[in-house]
């Protein structure tokens, strides 16, 4: 962690710990909590059945949230956005 980030990193905290926690949850009912509070209102997700099966997961969060959330895709938002993403 970079000392300049740090007042960022403090900004997000409790985003922080809310991720930590939904993580433990496992992988489907943490990108479902992604989608529904950390993507973008335009680039909400449609998580079909078919895109949260044991199979596909992998799959979904390759194609359809690493767009949303690579830190090259976010160098226009505030700092604190692109460190929480």
């Known amino acids: 962690m970079a000392a300049a980030d740090k007042p ?3 900004m997000i905290k409790d985003d922080l710990d ?3 926690k939904e993580v433990k949850k496992g ?3 943490f990108l479902e909590f992604i989608n529904d509070n950390y993507v973008p209102v335009d680039r909400k ?3 079909t059945e078919e ?3 044991d199979g596909e997961l992998r799959r ?3 194609r359809l949230f690493l767009p949303i959330f690579h830190p ?3 160098t226009e938002e505030e ?7």
Not at 79 to 85: D, E
């Open 45 to 47: 997700i449609e998580l």
């Open 8 to 10: 960022f990193l403090d």
């Open 72 to 74: 090259d895709k976010n």
């Open 51 to 53: 895109k949260l099966k």
């Open 60 to 62: 979904t969060m390759i």
């Open 79 to 85: 700092k604190q956005i692109q460190l929480l993403r």
């Open 27 to 29: 992988c489907r009912s």
């Open 18 to 20: 809310k991720i930590a």
